[in-house]
């Protein structure tokens, strides 16, 4: 596609189902980036892939989030037993990868997880 | 360690004047910096970046921002605001030697211009 695709946009789920969020990243880019926005706050890193390589985990605020990238490109981020707290937008951006380091990052549109 | 500062949450200008939003950075050694925008329920949209070279970057929809490495700053700026550049703005960082790695971001600038 032409852009970062995200899905759902909305996803409205109950305190302690899981929940999984998928992320397509632009063709050809091999770094890819999940991020947090809660309500009215910057964007908190959770976690970053890079071609083959472990994946930097240092972001994920607990346990219960997960993600993986199969095929070096969808990623799906998973929250286990949601909380109220983990409501935000959850942002996933892609780059060209290694050899460039001053690339943009390219954003989707985001997913909106509401825990009721 | 890499930071970036956003003094302002809050900007409000008249439409047809010029505007400025503020970005202060942090890097063990050179900045890669950025500009984003973020319309209300929509992603992040990529306006400019410094690289090296020229201090003075131009972006997308008229906007510029200056580096300036003695004050490690990096404002936004557009001679004559629009109405609808109405939104919230993210300054972001990479330093040099960091590889690929997630952008650093501020917290934001939220944006009025005011017909």
């Known amino acids: 596609g032409a852009g970062v695709s995200q899905s759902p946009s909305n996803k409205v789920t109950e305190k302690g189902k899981d929940v999984e969020l998928r992320c397509d990243p632009i063709?050809?880019?091999?770094?890819l980036y999940w991020y947090r926005q809660s309500l009215g706050q910057g964007l908190e890193f959770l976690i970053y892939?890079?071609?083959?390589?472990?994946?930097?985990k240092s972001g994920l605020p607990s346990d219960r989030f997960s993600a993986e990238r199969t095929g070096g490109s969808v990623s799906t981020l998973t929250i286990q037993r949601t909380q109220q707290e983990d409501s935000a937008v959850y942002l996933c951006a892609s780059s060209l990868g290694a050899g460039v380091t001053y690339n943009e990052q390219f954003f989707g549109p985001g997913t909106r997880l509401t825990v009721l | 360690a890499q930071s970036v500062a956003q003094p302002e949450d809050q900007v409000n200008v008249a439409e047809g004047n010029p505007l400025t939003v503020k970005c202060t950075y942090s890097?063990?050694?050179?900045?890669?910096l950025f500009w984003y925008v973020q319309y209300p329920n929509r992603g992040l949209q990529f306006l400019l970046k410094?690289?090296?070279?020229?201090?003075l970057v131009k972006g997308s929809y008229g906007f510029e921002a200056e580096f300036n490495k003695s004050q490690t700053s990096f404002h936004l700026k557009k001679p004559s605001a629009l109405v609808s550049d109405s939104a919230l703005y993210f300054c972001a960082v990479r330093d040099m030697l960091a590889g690929n790695t997630p952008l650093v971001f501020g917290k934001g600038t939220r944006l009025s211009v005011i017909a």
């Open positions: 410094y690289i090296t070279g020229d201090n």
């Open positions: 892939f890079q071609g083959n390589s472990a994946p930097d």
């Open positions: 890097v063990s050694g050179n900045p890669y």
């Open positions: 063709s050809g880019h091999t770094a």
